[in-house]
């Protein structure tokens, strides 16, 4: 008799964007003319740029010749992919990685499902709360998390970021926690952490055979000069860390499929009998058992964004969403909300005013009276409760367009 | 402090075309003025047909507009795909199918390794023996497959498919199976199953409440009308089997990466408890939280190929495939050599000739002394043993080349 995975029971039956568009979708029902401005999802708006565009067509041309076709490409992605990388995001920064320690994949979320695969079931997990979901629900698909009551796991550490602790989350101390993520800068809240801070975090893991993942998704909307880009421009971090990163936000690839992963040559996690195992073959035989690559056309989009015109133009695009977001800021401030983020990240983290004490329902009110969609904090976790997320990802003119009807709203209320 | 997941050590070091690059790589050393013809690893050769090129094009360039960019696709993949799949590959068959039962996915390597994630870990597995390493590795690095001995795992019901029984997998007996994997047309053998023994199998799952994994990844290669090509075919077979499908070999995708998997939603597994779960929304639960959707771009492509000039140029380059197929199955048998597979399939699997027991023997004979490429059987699995696969996705003028070669080399052993 074939038996389910029992785990997949425990999840929570909703799923935070689904039960958004249930919401919104109800709203246009009942007003049908009203139009809609979604701040909600953390999805990009504007097109590929030019260099990312001509990459893929000459990409597809080769794929039409005998001399030009490309089958089954490595399942760690192609060399001139990660040569590019090691040279533009690493070597530039003066940090040195082997060109077999990058793993090219689909994109961070199924990097960052798929990396506890690596760890034993029963090691216990700590994330800063609120936190982007898959982190905790891959791990409860398979029984770590263990159990879910009053919107928490029991086997899960949570360090709370709120506006009390400056969103500086406190290494735990009543409980030792064998993996960490981290997600700098944050998905939801949009803050950073200096290098001092990050440092502490590697010291920690160091110190305490810790393994840290780490997200740097939203690295490339970094402006600051003294946040770090990578864990590993912190020494110690090939010891205790893998990495994760994106094109989606960095390049618009959320359509495209592409991102990378840093598996350091040093990394090792114990077995039971006191033994080191490293980290980078298992990961490698991960990949290639269950992935087979990614599109030689994405890889293709991805190396075109290292060239100087890629450069140039992805650049441009990210000024224009970190635009909105100083919009943003600065609006709503001016109309005496809280606001945190939005200066390295493209998320405003709003708190809300006294009044309306649940996310969900300032999501609601905000829907029906200014017909603009943010995200309920609670849905990233115990946390959130009390704020909201804003999106930079739009136009110039719907941002505008929102902040106007937020600011009417806001007065009249 | 970290533990690794040991599960991962039990797996053999040594990765089939792997231990085959190598081998020819030390040939080509040795012989640097060698030219090495290869028909070991599957992987097409032909150009992506026009009508795939057309399309890939148009989609990048939508991808440069703000009208036309699109970001986060569903996670299932886009309704325009699984329209035309439910329609051209299970509606003209008399399949009915709903839409939310196809899920498209990135090639069915990443589904046939991720799927055992909805089972419980201690389920047993039984396999056709010789088969595709990711059925039994994937469940290896959960614990599920046990441990490693003499070539096999010790919670692995291995069915023995060889000449002497025609390749027909005997239904086991002496033992309960929860969950049963079959490849049809098979790889690595290229022989078929009737419907028939499909029925057989589908019969002993409903009584034994066992659950049918169905790789048809190559149905495409069928050209007999009485063979299967969806398990669908078979009544009841809704009530008990997944099914995956890929574009790989179907139309040369393996460096696009598209291919879809369908969960009926009758389909149910039971709980320790003895309730039943359905299947469909667990699989959803873990591609919407593991998996961010195909390449919008490799959507278009397989769209495409649902065009009738896609239909047309995709039924040429396989009848093309198959053209070297049939060369080799005649050139072979003519030389004395027993030979399967071939005729609804794109590999031929052959028995080695007494003399050279073993079928690294013969692959290192072969390659020196004709310098060509074969996949030697043991690689997938102990039944493999005594037998060589050869592939046809090679140009006709590279397949005569190697025939001349294997006959000449042959006739003067």
Not at 156 to 171: G, L, R, S, W
Not at 223 to 246: K, L, M, N
Not at 360 to 367: A, M
Request: hydrophobic share 35%; glycine share 8%; proline share 5%.
């Amino acid at each position: 008799m074939a038996l389910v995975n029992e785990h997949f029971l425990k999840l929570p039956n909703n799923y935070l964007f689904a039960d958004i568009a249930k919401k919104v979708n109800a709203f246009k029902v009942m007003h049908p003319k009203a139009d809609v401005i979604t701040l909600g999802i953390g999805d990009v708006t504007q097109p590929l740029c030019p260099a990312v565009i001509k990459a893929m067509h000459k990409a597809t041309d080769e794929m039409a010749t005998s001399q030009g076709f490309r089958g089954y490409g490595p399942e760690q992605g192609y060399d001139f992919l990660r040569e590019a990388i090691l040279k533009n995001d690493f070597l530039s920064r003066g940090i040195h990685l082997d060109i077999d320690e990058i793993f090219i994949s689909d994109g961070a979320k199924s990097d960052t499902g798929n990396i506890q695969e690596l760890i034993r079931w029963d090691n216990s997990i700590g994330v800063t709360d609120p936190i982007y979901p898959v982190y905790i629900d891959s791990n409860a698909m398979i029984g770590r998390a263990g159990t879910m009551k009053d919107g928490k796991w029991s086997n899960v550490i949570y360090m709370p970021c709120t506006a009390e602790n400056n969103f500086v989350p406190k290494i735990p101390k009543e409980r030792h926690v064998d993996v960490i993520y981290l997600c700098y800068p944050n998905n939801p809240t949009g803050t950073v952490i200096s290098k001092q801070e990050l440092r502490k975090w590697v010291n920690y893991a160091l110190k305490n055979d810790t393994l840290i993942f780490y997200d740097a998704a939203y690295q490339a909307y970094i402006t600051d000069p003294d946040i770090p880009h990578s864990i590993y421009e912190i020494r110690g971090a090939r010891h205790c860390a893998i990495e994760f990163h994106s094109f989606s936000k960095t390049a618009g690839f959320t359509g495209i499929r592409c991102g990378y992963t840093i598996v350091p040559k040093e990394l090792t996690a114990a077995t039971l009998g006191g033994e080191r195992v490293e980290l980078n073959p298992l990961w490698n035989r991960r990949q290639s058992t269950k992935f087979n690559g990614t599109s030689y056309i994405s890889q293709r989009a991805a190396e075109a964004i290292y060239t100087p015109e890629g450069k140039e133009q992805v650049q441009a695009t990210i000024d224009y969403y970190m635009e909105n977001a100083h919009l943003m800021l600065s609006t709503l401030r001016g109309l005496g909300y809280q606001v945190f983020g939005g200066e390295n990240a493209p998320y405003i983290w709003m708190k809300i005013p006294s009044g309306s004490s649940q996310s969900w329902q300032f999501f609601e009110e905000l829907l029906y009276g200014a017909n603009v969609v943010c995200t309920p904090g609670v849905g990233f976790g115990p946390s959130g409760e009390g704020y909201v997320r804003f999106t930079a990802f739009n136009s110039h003119e719907s941002t505008q367009e929102a902040l106007d009807r937020i600011e009417k709203w806001t007065i009249q209320r």
